[in-house]
Nanobody, 127 residues
Framework: QVQLVESGGGSVQAGGSLRLSCAASEYFYSPYCMGWFRQAPGKEREGVAGIDSRVTTRYADSVKGRFTISKDNAKNTLYLQMNSLKPEDTAMYYC?????????????????????WGQGTQVTVSS
């Protein structure tokens, strides 16, 4: 069973930066997708950023230009660099992965398609 472990969350003031990491317990063979989702209290889980085995990336409109997703295949680790953070970015952030997947325009809107999830890491941005 694949395990995903997130780290790097915390509290930061608006305008600050954080980098989230997600360590996978095993290597993913192509094709696959990995992504970051977030969920704030009382809101639905939303896709933030995704990357696939072709290194295609996609971002939610709300984070474009501020967040960057990347992966280090040698370390089986996914990253999310978050800059210019806003209070509305406050949420629990989850790493997710799916086998037999390539990113499309709707992939981030379908969290149910991701079979593997981490436990989440909290990001709190104060104004």
């Amino acid at each position: 069973q694949v395990q995903l472990v997130e780290s790097g969350g915390g509290s930061v003031q608006a305008g600050g930066s954080l980098r989230l990491s997600c360590a996978a317990s095993e290597y993913f063979y192509s094709p696959y997708c990995m992504g970051w989702f977030r969920q704030a209290p009382g809101k639905e889980r939303e896709g933030v950023a995704g990357i696939d085995s072709r290194v295609t990336t996609r971002y939610a409109d709300s984070v474009k230009g501020r967040f960057t997703i990347s992966k280090d295949n040698a370390k089986n680790t996914l990253y999310l660099q978050m800059n210019s953070l806003k209070p509305e970015d406050t949420a629990m952030y989850y790493c997710a992965a799916a086998h037999t997947c390539l990113l499309s325009s709707w992939t981030l809107s379908r969290p149910a398609d991701f079979a593997y999830w981490g436990q989440g890491t909290q990001v709190t941005v104060s104004s």
